[in-house]
């Protein structure tokens, strides 16, 4: 699977070496890694106290703790080039004028105990500055739930294994994607002409897909009432409530234990900006608390509280969702939201 996304000409490389904790590949790059075995292979020499091994540099002329210095050295121009590419291009053309900038900077920055270990963040910090494909892959930044799909003990399917590469990186093929350099292309949705065919689109209000997207809100509303069903809480689905005005509202699931009540409403949203979650999970908290009445009559209990359950369309478990588990007693929720932002990725899938 790796070898043949090594290899689509529309997947960013960045997006192969990061780390998996930033929903990556976590693929090894040579051009790093080979400078830094060679890094550690003279250090390791150099603390040597073999006599022969001694023996050989002096014999060859060569004092290995001033290569050693000389190549981190190289390896610290190297990196602090790297991180002065924001369009100064040019500027940095000589050592003398490269080495009191770097040597100002490594004052100011805390150094991590591996200074190699540094080019993966690199690498990720590259992807957040594409345009196409960077664009709002923050969401996914050192998160170990919304990016456990990436473990190499989760097997899926080849084909599913790239669609969500393709999906997590902005890539997955729409008209929107496939016009990109193309202004004449046509953008618009196949199966309603008067929208931009998105990712967006059509995995969040395309009224072709409607179903789909019923039947992907349903299956994640299920798999939570049967987690929490294992903690002894009562549920009810979709209950017909009236309020004072007559009008129907029906939240997703109300769950009770003793005398405490929690209405939960379940919604999928995409990460098209750094809030969208945030603001879907307090709309979604606040949008039954007029039925306060309504509902404690129908439970005959105490006041119930009212969250949200939002989604990620590429699978972001947002935090705010451990306040509706913390409230529901389940302790030990890691399993379950790494599986249900698993299900989410592949239900959108289906959908577009």
């Known amino acids: 699977m790796y070898t043949y996304k090594a290899g689509q000409p529309q997947t960013g490389f960045n997006q192969q070496y990061a780390s998996t904790r930033n929903s990556s590949l976590c693929i090894p790059k040579l051009e790093v890694q080979i400078p830094s075995t060679i890094v550690r292979k003279r250090k390791t020499l150099e603390m040597s106290s073999d006599v022969i091994t001694q023996a050989s540099f002096q014999y060859r002329g060569e004092c290995n703790k001033d290569t050693v210095a000389g190549l981190r050295d190289l390896k610290e121009i190297e990196d602090f080039l790297f991180n002065s ?19 100002e900077m490594d004052a100011k920055r805390q150094k991590p105990p591996n200074r190699y270990a540094e080019w993966r963040e690199w690498e990720f910090e590259k992807w957040l500055r594409l345009e196409g494909q960077g664009a709002d892959i923050q ?23 790239i669609n969500s590469l393709l999906l997590q990186s902005n890539l997955y093929l729409t008209s929107a994607i496939l016009s990109r350099g193309r202004p004449n292309r046509n953008k618009t949705c196949g199966r ?17 897909v409607k179903n ?48 405490k009540i929690a209405v939960v409403d379940v919604t999928v949203r995409y990460e098209n900006d750094s809030k969208a979650l945030e603001m879907a999970w307090r709309g979604k908290s606040e949008e039954y608390k007029h039925l306060n009445a309504e509902v404690m009559e129908w439970m005959g209990s105490s006041e119930p509280k009212y969250f949200g359950f939002v989604m990620g369309t590429r699978g972001k478990w947002p935090g705010l969702n451990n306040s509706l ?23 959108t899938l289906e959908v577009l």
């Open 85 to 103: 590419q924001s369009g100064s291009e040019g500027k940095w053309t000589h050592i003398q004028a490269i080495m009191p900038a770097l040597q």
């Open 325 to 347: 588990m913390k409230f529901l007693g389940v302790e030990e929720f890691e399993t379950f939201s790494q599986k249900t932002s698993r299900l989410t990725l592949s239900l």
């Open 139 to 161: 969401y996914f930044r050192d998160n170990r739930i919304s990016n456990s799909w990436l473990k190499p003990a989760i097997q899926l399917k080849s084909s599913g294994f």
């Open 192 to 208: 309603r002409e008067t929208a931009v065919e998105t990712i967006s689109h059509v995995s969040g209000c395309c009224p072709s």
């Open 212 to 259: 789909a997207r019923i039947k992907c809100h349903n299956k994640i509303a299920d798999q939570l009432r049967k987690h929490v069903s294992k903690h002894r809480w009562t549920s009810q689905v979709e209950p017909r409530l009236f309020a004072k005005g007559g009008s129907l509202w029906k939240p997703d699931l109300i769950f009770k234990k003793d005398q």
